[in-house]
């Protein structure tokens, strides 16, 4: 993949643009191929940051579309007792498994603001074009993303499992464990989400192409829960929980990134 | 010079006609392999000590399990390589396995569950390898699902390429995991780095099977690769003269 796209003005200036410029009869130009005209600006992590701070002042102004998946989250939650038994035993129980199926389903409903606006209003092509890294691009709306979606999840977890008869004791071991499987599940989601950037109706193919690849989140996050819970030590869960976000920090944008610009084409 | 046969490879004329020819080459084999593989499991191998006559549906179980990872590790290299070189024939591969490597898969889980009835008294336990089997099945179904969400065959090759390699990357991790979850499956007798732990007259058969297998999915992925290609290039003119002739 190619981090450096060419400026805007290279692609989009004058018809007598100087050399790497597409001339009117030239056969179509992706942004991969304009490349190497000039280095970009800035650096990747000062270019992230901006995106990060474009992201946030831009969710600020849409409060309702983040609360949204919280409220999906409680919901999920006040279903167990409703679907199984409002028996403490039984719901202790189920509480680590009833929170973690609630956060993959709410994560999943927040994945469908991740890249669909930016890619509607061609902020997306641009950022393909800045001639930034996009890899650290997208990494920072996965990040944004997370702020907005994984980190209030952390906080209405522990609620959620203390009112499935969790003790006290276990909300530290349960916050930890919330927020480091967020961030794979975002990562994994960005990966999705930009897979389906192409997919005019990518309703019911989101939660197939994500959900698979989730269980090893699912599996170790539940556990962490439960020896939470049980007042045992949860450090072995949560590091391998830990190994699995780092992975997905490490290759997730990359993958996000090759997605993002064959959609683009 | 020396790299004339693999440009040849990206030809898709050449391509189909030498499908057609290595068809016969791994199909025969196949068939004697899997014959002999399944009257000697069946009817030849003695019966287990513990299982009786149950056990000999693992002649089909296993080398099936052994296919659904390996099609799909097949899926992901030919994905990548058309990812990375550009090269057609490479996602016309892919989009050729995914459709054995679920059949395969649906395989395994049929004839497990069939075994699990008499062995552990019910058709379906959420034991750690059936569960990654199941995984693995809708690991395919999504494969699939993405692929038919686009009109446009080219960038359906890319973008699901892409999806491949992030599976292939996934895929061991959720085995793992899965392992770690929770276990009551019998520990394997074949796979194992010492002597297996089961006389000549059980393995030998298996072998075959497994070889069989492999040379059975060689040639029906020659066969979907030619229908592959006949559906990509049938605008293209060289198709008339293929169908004329």
């Known amino acids: ?265 | 010079m020396a790299w004339t046969w693999f440009h040849r490879l990206g030809s898709p004329p050449y391509i189909y006609g030498l499908a057609g020819r290595l068809t016969a080459w791994f199909a025969w084999p196949a068939g004697l392999l899997i014959a002999y593989g399944l009257y000697a499991g069946l009817f030849v191998a003695p019966a287990d000590y513990q299982q009786g006559d149950g056990y000999r549906i693992i002649f089909l179980h296993a080398p099936s399990a052994y296919m659904s990872v390996m099609v799909y590790t097949t899926m992901s290299i030919a994905a990548a390589v058309g990812l990375i070189w550009r090269m057609k024939i490479a996602h016309a591969v892919a989009a050729s396995c995914a459709v054995l490597g679920a059949t395969f898969t649906v395989m395994t889980l049929a004839t497990g569950s069939l075994w699990g009835k008499p062995m552990w008294g019910t058709y379906w336990v959420w034991d750690p390898r059936i569960t990654f089997e199941l995984l693995l099945l809708f690991l395919y179904l999504g494969y699939m699902g993405l692929r038919s969400a686009f009109d446009d065959v080219q960038r359906a090759d890319r973008v699901s390429a892409v999806l491949a390699i992030v599976g292939i990357v996934d895929v061991p991790i959720i085995h793992y995991s899965v392992i770690w979850w929770n276990s009551l499956h019998q520990a394997p007798s074949l796979m194992k780095f010492s002597k297996p732990s089961m006389p000549p007259e059980m393995y030998i058969p298996i072998l075959a099977m497994f070889l069989g297998f492999t040379l059975l999915f060689a040639a029906l992925l020659l066969t979907r690769l030619r229908a592959e290609v006949l559906n990509r290039e049938r605008t293209a003119s060289w198709i008339r003269e293929v169908v004329s002739a």
């Open chain 1, 1 to 265: 993949m190619n981090e450096y796209g060419a400026p805007a003005s290279a692609s989009y200036g004058a018809p007598a643009a100087p050399a790497g410029a597409v001339s009117m009869n030239a056969p179509p130009v992706s942004p991969m191929d304009v490349a190497q005209v000039t280095p970009p600006q800035g650096s990747p992590l000062t270019a992230a940051g901006l995106v990060v701070a474009r992201d946030l002042k831009l969710a600020f102004r849409k409060r309702g579309q983040w609360i949204q998946p919280l409220i999906f989250f409680a919901i999920v939650t006040a279903l167990f007792p409703l679907g199984i038994s409002p028996e403490p035993s039984k719901l202790r129980a189920i509480a680590p498994g009833a929170v973690w199926i609630g956060a993959l389903l709410s994560s999943l409903l927040a994945l469908e603001f991740l890249f669909r606006d930016d890619a509607h209003d061609g902020t997306l092509e641009q950022y393909a074009l800045s001639g930034q890294s996009l890899t650290w691009l997208l990494l920072a709306k996965t990040a944004t993303h997370w702020l907005l979606t994984g980190l209030p999840l952390a906080v209405m977890a522990p609620l959620a499992a203390l009112s499935l008869g969790a003790p006290i004791g276990s909300v530290p071991g349960i916050v930890a464990a919330v927020v480091i499987g967020s961030v794979a599940l975002s990562l994994i989601g960005s990966i999705a989400a930009a897979l389906t950037l192409g997919v005019r109706r990518s309703g019911a193919l989101l939660p197939l192409l994500t959900l698979p690849l989730s269980v090893p989140v699912l599996i170790f996050g539940a556990r962490a829960t439960e020896l939470a819970i049980g007042a045992e030590s949860y450090s072995a869960p949560l590091y391998l929980l830990g190994a699995f976000a780092v992975l997905g920090v490490t290759l997730a944008p990359l993958a996000s990134a090759v997605a993002v610009r064959i959609s683009l084409e």
